[in-house]
């Protein structure tokens, strides 16, 4: 049976808890005096101990410093690892390929159906270049100006080494101040007015032709002109290109007739008949009015026009009024055995516009394809014209083929 002890507080205690709480007394006392055992402090009411001075980092002497790098020669310089590699702003993104990049309006309400002509002419010389051509991405476009821009940006984006675009004057503004810029560029129109380095252009003006046919004409011997135009401002522009290579080239201007309809065509060969002392007539016409005045011109005077007043796809039916009449025209309607010509398939269902603009790209990719090369100093034998570059310029310029009309049918002209 257990003995059972019991304590009660207020009865005295027996001798063992007496000793009990003595010995608790002093270890409590004891723990007071210790140090504390986890503070870097010194205990409180002591005197630390001597500190000794922290010592200065040493200085390397001055002819330790390297002047090129502010370190010291003795620095240990190590390379950084496992860093990621930063890309080269020269190279395209990665997953990007090269590619000639295409970027035509054919979604325009206006320029679709030309550059979708302009599209096929391009595809049919990549088809028949095989594999010397590099792939080609089309992006299709509904405007020249923001839309081109966003185009530039995501073909090189794409890897693009070569842009093809800009069938407008002002597009091709826009593509000199766009990120197609920073690669080849092909314009293909004039870029008024802004120059790249990298942009090179060509066009199919008018202006061009019309200075041609001036020079033409000087060199057939004739100095005294009669210029006739209508009020629309393309005719106005192909007379006034006319006109100053003419002067340029010593011809001499005898008068200008406007003719806005056919009823005013008696009125013309009544202006010319009060006109003695002139040797030929240029027509700023387009097709129906140049045919409705041509009738009225005297034969004695020889005739020249551009491609604007003629229809080389015409019936000869048609194009009878415009006999004897001298402009300069593509090798790819006049000469049909032209070792170029003869290469590329012939299109169907196009206006005689839109055939030109097929013609003008293939003459862009073949171009493009000499540009990406460097030879671009190269004359090209295109089927839109012999292809050269101008000076010192970036712009290519194109010489025709001199022709005529002949029974109603377009031909090369005959020597004089």
């Given at each position: 049976?257990?003995?059972?002890?019991?304590?009660?507080?207020?009865?005295?205690?027996?001798?063992?808890?007496?000793?009990?709480?003595?010995?608790?007394?002093?270890?409590?006392?004891?723990?007071?005096?210790?140090?504390?055992?986890?503070?870097?402090?010194?205990?409180?009411?002591?005197?630390?101990?001597?500190?000794?001075?922290?010592?200065?980092?040493?200085?390397?002497?001055?002819?330790?410093?390297d002047p090129a790098t502010g370190l010291a020669r003795s620095s240990v310089v190590r390379p950084l690892t496992g860093a990621p590699p930063v890309p080269d702003p020269r190279l395209p993104p990665p997953g990007s390929r090269p590619h000639i990049a295409l970027i035509l309006p054919t979604v325009s309400d206006t320029l679709g159906r030309l550059a979708e002509a302009l599209r096929q002419g391009f595809a049919a010389a990549a088809e028949a270049g095989g594999r010397d051509v590099p792939p080609i991405i089309l992006t299709a476009i509904g405007n020249e100006g923001p839309a081109l821009a966003a185009a530039c940006r995501d073909a090189l984006?794409?890897?693009?080494?070569?842009?093809?675009?800009?069938?407008?004057?002002?597009?091709?503004?826009?593509?000199?101040?766009?990120?197609?810029?920073?690669?080849?560029?092909?314009?293909?129109?004039?870029?008024?007015?802004?120059?790249?380095?990298?942009?090179?252009?060509?066009?199919?003006?008018?202006?061009?032709e019309a200075r041609q046919v001036a020079l033409m004409a000087v060199a057939d011997g004739w100095r005294n002109a009669i210029v006739i135009s209508s009020p629309s401002p393309l005719s106005r522009r192909v007379q006034e290109s006319f006109e100053r290579e003419w002067t340029r080239a010593a011809g001499e201007l005898r008068a200008?007739?406007?003719?806005?309809?056919?009823?005013?065509?008696?009125?013309?060969?009544?202006?010319?008949?009060?006109?003695?002392?002139?040797?030929?007539?240029?027509?700023?016409?387009?097709?129906?009015?140049?045919?409705?005045?041509?009738?009225?011109?005297?034969?004695?005077?020889?005739?020249?026009?551009?491609?604007?007043?003629?229809?080389?796809?015409?019936?000869?039916?048609?194009?009878?009024?415009?006999?004897?009449?001298?402009?300069?025209?593509?090798?790819?309607?006049?000469?049909?055995?032209?070792?170029?010509?003869?290469?590329?398939?012939?299109?169907?269902?196009?206006?005689?516009?839109?055939?030109?603009?097929?013609?003008?790209?293939?003459?862009?990719?073949?171009?493009?394809?000499?540009?990406?090369?460097?030879?671009?100093?190269?004359?090209?034998d295109g089927v839109t014209g012999r292809i050269t570059l101008e000076g010192a310029s970036n712009n290519f310029a194109r010489a025709l083929v001199p022709a005529e009309v002949d029974g109603g049918r377009v031909i090369p002209r005959r020597a004089p």
């Open positions: 049976m257990g003995v059972a002890t019991t304590y009660n507080p207020g009865s005295n205690p027996p001798a063992s808890s007496a000793m009990s709480r003595l010995t608790a007394l002093f270890l409590l006392v004891l723990v007071s005096f210790a140090p504390p055992a986890f503070s870097a402090d010194p205990p409180p009411g002591t005197t630390p101990d001597r500190v000794e001075p922290a010592t200065p980092a040493t200085a390397p002497p001055a002819d330790d410093i984006a794409r890897g693009a080494i070569m842009v093809v675009a800009a069938m407008t004057r002002d597009g091709a503004a826009n593509l000199v101040r766009s990120d197609c810029a920073r690669t080849l560029a092909l314009a293909l129109n004039e870029p008024q007015g802004a120059s790249s380095p990298n942009v090179f252009s060509m066009s199919l003006s008018l202006d061009h200008r007739i406007t003719f806005a309809n056919p009823d005013e065509a008696e009125a013309v060969r009544e202006a010319i008949t009060k006109l003695p002392g002139a040797d030929m007539v240029f027509l700023a016409l387009d097709q129906p009015q140049a045919r409705s005045v041509r009738g009225y011109i005297t034969g004695a005077l020889p005739v020249y026009a551009t491609s604007m007043s003629v229809n080389p796809r015409a019936e000869a039916i048609v194009n009878v009024d415009l006999q004897d009449v001298r402009y300069v025209e593509m090798p790819w309607f006049v000469q049909p055995d032209h070792p170029a010509v003869m290469v590329y398939p012939q299109p169907r269902n196009l206006s005689v516009d839109e055939e030109r603009l097929y013609a003008y790209g293939i003459d862009a990719l073949r171009l493009a394809l000499q540009i990406l090369k460097g030879d671009r100093r190269a004359p090209l």
